[in-house]
């Protein structure tokens, strides 16, 4: 019984995620957003804001810079250098859908 339980309970889940597998891509590429397009842009500045802001901006330029118009996407940002002295280094990695 209790075997039968946990197949039952496995079988249920895994048609869930294959379900939201096979809706993904389709929500993906709603309205010709059906590129996806990554970038990576990196800021350095005297303060922290500074050279996350400059690093977010360089990466969502390099993607833009296609010439297509993209979703908003997701941004990673990471520290990559603090100085002694205080400059600091930010990498950020811009990821969105665009217009072919």
């Not at 993906?28 to 590129?35: G, P, V």
């Not at 922290?48 to 810079?65: F, M, P, T, W, Y």
Request: charged share 20%; glycine share 8%; aromatic share 8%.
């Amino acid at each position: 019984m209790l075997r039968e339980s946990w197949l039952r309970r496995l079988g249920l889940v895994s048609a869930v995620a294959a379900f939201g597998l096979v809706v993904t891509p389709v929500a993906a590429h709603a309205n010709d957003y059906d590129t996806p397009r990554s970038a990576i842009g990196f800021g350095v500045d005297k303060s922290v804001n500074g050279a996350i802001d400059q690093s977010i901006q360089k990466a969502r330029e390099a993607i833009l810079a296609v010439g297509t118009d993209c979703t908003p996407g997701i941004y990673r940002t990471r520290l990559v250098y603090a100085s002694p002295g205080g400059t600091w280094v930010y990498e950020t990695t811009h990821e969105a859908m665009c217009v072919d």
